[in-house]
């Protein structure tokens, strides 16, 4: 080492000797907490702990035998020993702030983070003792009432106010206008109302502006129109505006997020908006804005990384301008009115767009080469005829990736590039609802390997299933419904370890009941209705499997034979119910499906399985013998369906156990004896039906029953006391002749349990981005919430 660098070394090593002497001077001399701050944070930290049963770690360093500046989440000022910041986001308080808490005896200070601590109640107006706040944050609690107008006028020197998540109501905007300092409002998922005050002009250091998620009425908040050098975020989804937007934008210098989704915004695209360089993220979605997409003099330093433009009604068609956004890589424009072909240069030099989402519009012709490279493609519900011929999604990410190309105008066989796709992608593939014919080719099994969801319903395939799955060990769905196929199930599905849904309905399959497919451990949904197999569900020497099954639909095949009594006994993932306890419940209210099972799609199977959705359809078959009592044990079932078969005796007492069941058939078999009356004690069963079978005996009187259609009861000519439910002078007719019954079946909707479907009342959002398709076999026709 030279002389000159170990003089250097020698230097740099005094200077950090002496800043260190510096800081430990600084700190023991710093003055220590004060009794009455302490004795506050002492008062305060009892109050939280009222509730025992919340560990509240953080706080166990706060007692007498420290300085109250080293407890754990304070900070005192070193001169005064004051208190001046308390943090104690994540803390689990459980309590309410009272009004003569010792947190408001510490009025020195400048910051207050009690982000996500479990408070609840209102604020109280004492907050307002602590005058140089210049930070706080209550967010993520529960926190109700208005805010204490008054006292949050006092906080004159607050420049950050976070009170995001809570369940605040009143006009915010009307308590805060004095606060001029502010630089950071987040109040977004309250229930704050009102109109932004034309005092927010005078708030010029206000850089973020988030209301999202309220009920803020009126026209855009114009006066923010004026912060043009200090705002870049500006966040008022999902509130109650109604206006024109602004005509020019281009004046937020500063602006770099941009989210007005879900209001009732109207008016042309607002192309002035895109001429700001510094814009990395703009949300228009749910609104009403309507014409052509127009982006004009976009800054070549653009920094625009996403652009959600969806649920509008904008028209015409994509323009080649777009790609001037070289950033770009998350574009949404679906569910508009656009048309025409995709322009190939779009994006076509570009590796950064990696989430292309263009469903729902009434774009045509072919699907660009260039798509190849896109991460989520979703162009689902538009009229694409074909593929470009250089489309190469051999050498896709190996990421997971999504590919729906469901609801289009695709006819002949299956695209040529399904067989050179890496094997090694973890891949969502949807090709449903076109008009693919031919057979599924061999070849699949080079490349199946990595799929992970594989959708074909509802086309013209014909031929047999290949049996191509040895190696497709992560494939997690498979649909093949609605389509030609036949032959029988290959058996190299047993090697699909991951499978969750499988789904072949509608097809010409015929075969046995694939009850080997009983050791996939993780296969909740079994769907192989309307089809050709045949032959006993049960056999003595086979062990039933189905470990996790939850939705199991045979129905509209030729099965025969009887069920012992103890065969439901075996499906343990039925028995158990939700975590809702008895019935599903969402936000605190009751929620029942709509039952409406129009096929609507292996991907809202997902969306099934999430809610504990629990379903059993064995109608349409040949059964006979006795309805096994085990049924009784399947607690979590909302939905079973055994009509159209030929089961005798009664109808099991044991279906009162059932207490989460929404809807029951057990029409058109050979059931003999009366209703059971503790049906009646089933509090969430709505649709019934018990018509064409032997019953006798009174109706009971249960609402359960008198709230039924007469069509419920129908073809059991020993039933009576029907005169509450289907009039006075109505008896209940006998059992039709059979060239009668389909005429008498076909009385008016309202009148009748059609059991042309079943399904969830409306289930938002979709497995991995992929749009709802089909879901299975005839049930329930309608849902009275």
């Not at 982006?295 to 015409?316: H, P, R, V």
């Not at 499906?593 to 969306?607: A, D, Q, R, T, W």
Request: hydrophobic share 40%; proline share 6%; with cysteine.
């Amino acid at each position: 080492m030279t002389i000159s660098n170990r003089s250097y070394c020698f230097s740099s090593i005094v200077t950090l000797y002496f800043f260190f002497l510096v800081f430990l001077v600084l700190h023991t001399f710093a003055s220590p907490c004060g009794h009455d701050q302490r004795d506050a944070l002492l008062e305060f930290k009892h109050e939280c702990l009222v509730n025992k049963s919340y560990s509240t770690p953080l706080l166990s360093s706060w007692n007498k035998s420290s300085d109250c500046c080293s407890w754990e989440g304070v900070t005192c000022d070193d001169k005064s020993g004051k208190v001046i910041s308390l943090d104690l986001k994540f803390t689990p308080l459980n309590n309410s702030l009272k009004p003569n808490s010792g947190l408001f005896k510490l009025q020195h200070l400048c910051s207050l983070t009690l982000q996500n601590c479990g408070l609840y109640g209102e604020i109280p107006s004492s907050l307002g003792n602590l005058s140089r706040l210049t930070n706080l944050d209550l967010s993520y609690n529960g926190l109700v009432g208005e805010l204490p107008a008054a006292s949050v006028g006092n906080l004159s020197s607050l420049t950050r106010l976070d009170l995001w998540r809570n369940d605040l109501v009143g006009e915010v905007l009307v308590s805060i206008r004095n606060l001029t300092l502010l630089e950071y409002i987040s109040l977004g998922y309250n229930k704050f109302g009102g109109y932004t005050p034309a005092s927010f002009a005078n708030f010029i250091k206000l850089s973020t502006f988030d209301i999202s998620h309220n009920q803020f009425t009126g026209e855009f908040p114009f006066p923010l129109l004026n912060l043009t050098t200090s705002l870049s975020i500006l966040g008022i989804a999902n509130n109650l505006f109604k206006s024109t937007f602004p005509s020019d934008m281009s004046g937020f210098h500063s602006l770099e997020y941009l989210d007005v989704s879900g209001n009732s915004f109207s008016g042309p695209f607002p192309t002035s908006l895109f001429t700001i360089p510094s814009l990395s993220s703009v949300n228009l979605e749910g609104n009403q804005f309507k014409g052509p997409i127009e982006f004009k003099n976009i800054s070549s330093s653009s920094q625009l990384g996403t652009l959600y433009l969806a649920q509008n009604k904008f028209d015409g068609p994509i323009p080649k301008s777009i790609s001037n956004f070289h950033n770009l890589h998350i574009l949404d424009v679906s569910h508009n009115s656009l048309s025409g072909p995709v322009p190939t240069p779009i994006f076509s030099n570009s590796d950064n767009l990696k989430r292309l989402y263009l469903s729902n519009n009434k774009l045509e012709g072919e699907i660009p080469s260039w798509f190849g490279g896109v991460l989520m493609l979703l162009v689902s519900h538009n009229s694409f005829t074909s593929f470009g011929k250089s489309l190469d999604l051999f050498g896709l990410d190996l990421l997971t990736q999504t590919l729906d190309f469901s609801s289009n105008s695709f006819q002949g066989p299956l695209p040529h590039w399904i067989c050179n796709i890496n094997p090694l992608t973890r891949l969502n593939l949807d090709l449903s609802n076109n008009n693919f014919s031919g057979s599924i080719p061999q070849c699949l099994g080079n490349t199946i390997i990595g799929f992970k969801g594989l959708n074909l319903q509802n086309n013209n395939l014909s031929g047999v299933l290949p049996d191509v799955f040895v190696d497709a060990t992560e494939l997690v769905s498979f649909d093949v419904s609605n389509n030609q196929l036949e032959g029988k199930l290959p058996e190299s599905l047993i090697h699909c370890i991951s499978l969750l849904i499988l789904n072949v309905q509608n097809n010409r399959i015929k075969d046995k009941f694939p009850s080997w497919l009983g050791p996939l451990v993780l296969l909740n949904v079994l769907i192989i209705g309307s089809n050709d197999f045949y032959g006993p569900l049960y056999h003595p020497h086979v062990s039933v499997g189905f470990q996790s099954l939850k939705i199991i639909d045979i129905s509209r095949n030729n099965f025969n034979g009887t069920l012992p009594p103890f065969y439901f006994a075996n499906w343990p993932e039925m028995t158990m119910l939700t975590e809702y306890g008895e019935g599903y419940m969402e936000d605190g209210y009751p929620y029942h499906i709509s039952m409406e099972m129009v096929n609507k799609g292996v991907y809202m199977l997902f969306e099934l399985i999430r809610t504990d959705f629990r379903a059993i359809d064995f109608s349409g078959n040949e059964f006979s013998g006795e309805i096994p009592t085990s049924v009784g044990l399947l607690k979590g079932l909302r939905l079973l369906n055994l009509s159209g078969n030929a089961f005798t005796s009664d109808i099991p007492q044991s279906l009162a156990n059932l207490i989460s069941l929404e809807a029951l058939d057990l029409s058109r078999n050979q059931l003999s004896g009366q209703i059971p009356v503790n049906l009646g004690s089933l509090s969430f069963l709505s649709v019934i039906n018990f018509s064409h079978n032997n019953l006798q005996g009174p109706i009971p009187r249960g609402t359960q029953f008198q709230r039924q259609n007469c069509s419920a009861f129908i073809g059991n000519p020993k039933l009576f006391g029907l005169e509450d439910i289907c009039g006075e002078t109505h008896h209940v007719p006998s059992l039709p002749p059979p060239q009668q019954e389909a005429e008498d079946l076909s009385e008016p909707k309202e009148q009748v349990i059609s059991w042309k479907a079943a399904v969830i009342a409306y289930v938002p959002g979709v497995f991995c981005g992929l749009v709802i398709g089909h879901i299975f076999s005839p049930f329930i026709h309608k849902w009275v919430k």
